[in-house]
């Protein structure tokens, strides 16, 4: 059902209509919060009956979901391009785990990017290896030693793009072609895009995982991961997801839902006002590098511009200099920005961050630049006016140099 209105609208459009097509929606705008667990049924044979169909849209038990996590499953399908399916979780982070379950076997080798999440390289370097499945990190821009990396046993590979704090872009194209013809799993964290600004699927990724917790939701007030796929992966992803217990509240389904019907709008404003800044930024003289995509001239642009068809607000800089206190001074001087971990919400947020402890393939200071220069901070700009976060930013920079 959800394959029929993918594709033919625009995604803005998509995002709006998506979601409404079972006869579940009740034929309301919004479908209402049916908070269920127990499915009561006429007879015997009705009981019967119900078992026999694992699908979104019939009833079983509530483990299973209901309307309201149904509706939000196929909007996000909708969204999707060439996806057969989506399954929930209860937050981003359980959604890579329950993918990476859903691949890997025990004495499988899995290829995870240097920059991707912090919580994705634990999970390869704990869990997963608690299970007998080894990995190796790789730097996603160096494509000759990726191809190399691979070995008989590489079943599957995790990518993440802008990565992690350090926003580099990959080739993704040829890196998930590389996969393929090797016989591995492509896997994508796509929660800086979500598949409004890279349609992961179409460019080669088997499996596009979101942490709804950030632009969907777009209001900092639920958890929530999302995995999509086509036929093959979804029905594994959905098989995975059930053999784990994963289920997602009603409540914060609808939250979700609601989230994702103004994010076009809200990530186009974030976009804008996010571009702004980083072109500010890039003028100061407290400032060493802008890493921000989606800025022409910045590291990674041309393949972002290649690829993506949206942005977002999230984005990094590097002060000059290695001196953590006036790091400190600058953020903790800060106003309108918020001090605190995730992003994607409405109000702007801004992050100091280390990078030697979570890579150990790419390397940082990046090549070229000065070795003093590594004191990152990460801004999501969110919806409050640009002119007053400038502001916010240029009143902090000078309580920095007061000392
Ligand atoms: C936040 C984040 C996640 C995890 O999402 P949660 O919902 O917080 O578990 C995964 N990937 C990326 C890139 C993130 O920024």
């Given amino acids: ?49 119900g078992v026999k169909s694992n699908e979104d849209g019939s009833f079983f038990y509530g483990r299973r979901g209901a309307p309201t996590q149904w509706a939000l499953a196929e909007a996000l399908t909708d969204l999707e391009p060439g996806a057969e399916g989506t399954v929930l979780y209860p937050s981003g982070v359980a959604a890579i785990v329950a993918a990476l379950m859903s691949v890997l076997r025990s004495g499988d080798v899995l290829l995870v990017a240097d920059n991707a999440y912090d919580p994705t390289r634990n999970t390869a370097m ?72 890279l349609a992961a699927l179409e460019h080669g990724c088997d499996i596009s995982i979101t942490s709804l917790t950030k632009h969907i939701g777009g209001h900092s007030d ?4 999302a995995a999509s796929a086509g036929e093959r992966w979804y029905r594994r992803l959905r098989r995975t997801a059930q053999q784990l217990g994963h289920v997602v509240s009603p409540d914060d389904a609808s939250l979700a839902l609601r989230g994702l019907r103004t994010m076009g709008v809200r990530l186009e404003r974030e976009t804008a006002s996010a571009l702004r800044i980083a072109e500010w930024l890039g003028q100061r003289d407290e400032v060493a590098h802008v890493l921000c995509p989606m800025l022409p001239g910045a590291p990674g642009h041309e393949l972002w511009a290649r690829d993506f068809t949206g942005g977002c607000g999230l984005f990094s800089f590097v002060l000059k200099g290695s001196d953590d206190a006036s790091r400190c001074r600058f953020i903790d001087a800060l106003d309108l920005f918020g001090i605190g971990y995730s992003w994607g919400g409405f109000e702007s947020l801004a992050l100091p961050f280390d990078v030697d402890p979570v890579r150990s393939r790419m390397a940082w200071p990046k090549k070229g630049w000065g070795v003093e220069d590594k004191l990152g901070i990460r801004l999501s700009i969110g919806l409050e006016d640009v002119g007053e976060l400038i502001a916010d930013l240029e009143q902090a920079f000078a309580a920095m140099k007061q000392g």
């Fill in 1 to 49: 059902m959800a394959k029929d209105s993918g594709g033919k609208r625009s995604a803005g459009t998509r995002l709006v209509t998506g979601g409404r097509s079972g006869d579940f929606s009740e034929h309301v705008v919004n479908p209402p919060v049916w908070r269920a667990s127990t499915h009561l049924y006429r007879d015997c044979a009705a009981l019967r009956e």
């Fill in 126 to 197: 704990g869990l997963l290896r608690q299970f007998g499945v080894e990995h190796r990190f790789f730097d996603p821009l160096n494509v000759p030693a990726y191809e190399q990396a691979f070995c008989e046993r590489t079943k599957a590979v995790m990518l993440e793009s802008p990565g992690s704090l350090t926003m580099e872009v990959c080739d993704v194209p040829a890196l998930t072609r590389i996969a393929r013809d090797k016989g591995a799993v492509s896997l994508f964290d796509n929660t800086w895009a979500t598949s409004l600004g």
């Fill in 222 to 225: 639920l958890m929530m991961g």
